[in-house]
């Protein structure tokens, strides 16, 4: 009998114990699969363990939403878990990421609230939270559980675009997860959005979903459209990031990606603004820098009406987000307060190109 | 009256690698159960009778029948008061 609570799982844990369990299948016999197995199962267990009570919240969320004739794909971890993975307690998973049209997002939000989950978001301006295409909620019990609805996928890269998001519902899947009726990405979209996740966790968390790539591309191997897929990484000018993704998981795990694929993402000579975007993005040698998220979503943002929509909410957000974010409790200051989001802005663009200006090696 | 145990609502298990995975929503509490656990804990439907799942055990595993009902009636006594499981009096459900 163990308490979740006070058993404090990370996803190192997670990683060292898939790991042991697959050099345990691999080498059953071999001395480093014998030592310490005990342990690594009973982390496995935890996992499993914690993974079946946030589905239990998932498959409460899931229903409340099919009352309301509201339709969901599971996104990311909780997908990865009941259908990709092999065994439940071999994913592991923080939180609960939805894809949902963007017209229920009210409804949506309303039974989240309903369900006791509150936002800890507080966007630039009101709807800021379409720039990103998507907003966090949070109840805090047992344990923290978050839910994301997302409209669209990204970031990075928030592809918006209606058609493009319409073919997302009309690729997606149907299955059951935590007991329920629901959908997942088709397996090519799925494939894109974890290329995607592993590029925006480049340097943190991306061993997580270099893993996820290599478990997918081998679940679904015979039924996985590489021309499909390789289409819609064309079109939507993510050859970069994908060619980085799949690189990356191909030299840990080497999972069966067709030659063509690597070849034709080899040989893609991307735009000038393609190129642009990823090396601006690729060359931030830490994510959690200020400014970099931010320039990030600028730069990926797709067109100009909401690049200057972005722009704007990011130097001039609201009243309520400044106080918040700057802890002004004085209000008649809040007006000086943007003049000092103005200069550090500024200062953080200048740096920005002068790093990109002075690190040639890495336009190439 | 016989009696039925049926596990409560308040959790969710998985069965891995032919062990059970128990969480208790009430408590946050988890539990593992070695393959004579997750047996019993399986044929805990509402459907059979102590006796019943003793007589399984014993065709499953080399037990006696008298132990296999000693082991239940222990292992059930700690379900119930962990409220992982509850007693019908009936398989019509009433309690």
């Known amino acids: 009998m163990v308490n979740l609570e006070a058993a404090q799982l990370a996803e190192n844990d997670w990683l060292q114990s898939l790991a042991h369990f697959t050099l345990q299948e691999a080498q059953p016999q071999s001395e480093i699969a014998q030592e310490d197995a005990k342990k690594w199962k009973a982390v496995r267990r935890q996992i499993a363990a914690r993974n079946l009570l946030l589905l239990e919240e998932l498959h409460r969320v899931l229903e409340e939403f099919d009352t309301a004739g509201i339709r969901v794909i599971v996104l990311k971890g909780a997908a990865l878990a009941e259908n990709i993975y092999p065994s439940l307690e071999l994913r592991f998973f923080g939180d609960i990421d939805l894809l949902i049209r963007r017209e229920v997002l009210p409804e949506v939000l309303k039974i989240l609230t309903d369900l006791g989950y509150a936002s800890e978001y507080l966007p630039l301006r009101p709807g800021g939270e379409d720039f990103q295409a998507h907003t966090a909620y949070v109840k805090h019990g047992v344990l923290p559980i978050v839910i994301e609805p997302h409209w669209a996928l990204g970031p990075p890269y928030p592809f918006t675009d209606r058609r493009y998001v319409e073919g997302l519902w009309q690729g997606a899947r149907k299955t059951k997860i935590a007991g329920v009726d629901t959908l997942v990405l088709g397996p090519e979209d799925f494939l894109l959005h974890l290329c995607l996740h592993l590029f925006k966790h480049r340097q943190e968390t991306w061993l997580t979903a270099a893993c996820d790539i290599a478990v997918l591309v081998r679940h679904y191997q015979a039924t996985l459209d590489w021309q499909a897929f390789m289409y819609r990484v064309k079109e939507l000018k993510t050859c970069l990031p994908v060619r980085f993704s799949l690189q990356k998981t191909f030299e840990l795990f080497q999972p069966p990606i067709p030659a063509f694929v690597m070849q034709q993402l080899g040989e893609h000579k991307p735009g000038f603004y393609e190129k642009l975007v990823f090396v601006l993005i690729n060359q931030q040698e830490d994510r959690n820098t200020r400014g970099a998220v931010s320039l990030e979503l600028f730069l990926t943002v797709p067109g100009i009406a909401r690049k200057i929509g972005y722009l704007w909410a990011m130097l001039v957000p609201s009243r309520e987000f400044m106080a918040n974010h700057y802890g002004i409790s004085n209000p008649n200051l809040i007006t000086a307060y943007y003049f000092l989001r103005l200069k550090e802005t500024l200062w953080l663009t200048v740096k920005g190109l002068f790093k990109l200006i002075f690190k040639p090696a890495l336009v190439r | ?95």
């Open chain 2, 1 to 95: 009256m016989e009696r039925y145990p049926i596990k409560t609502t308040d959790n969710s298990h998985r069965v891995i690698d032919g062990e059970a995975i128990l969480v208790n929503f009430q408590d946050s509490f988890f539990y593992h159960l070695d393959s004579v656990g997750t047996f019993i804990w399986e044929h805990c439907d509402g459907r059979h009778t102590l006796a019943q799942i003793a007589a399984r055990l014993v065709e499953e595993y080399d037990v006696t029948l008298e132990k296999a009902l000693q082991d239940c009636r222990n292992f059930m006594e700690r379900l119930v008061e962990q409220g992982l499981v509850q007693w019908r009096l009936g398989p019509d459900g009433s309690r």
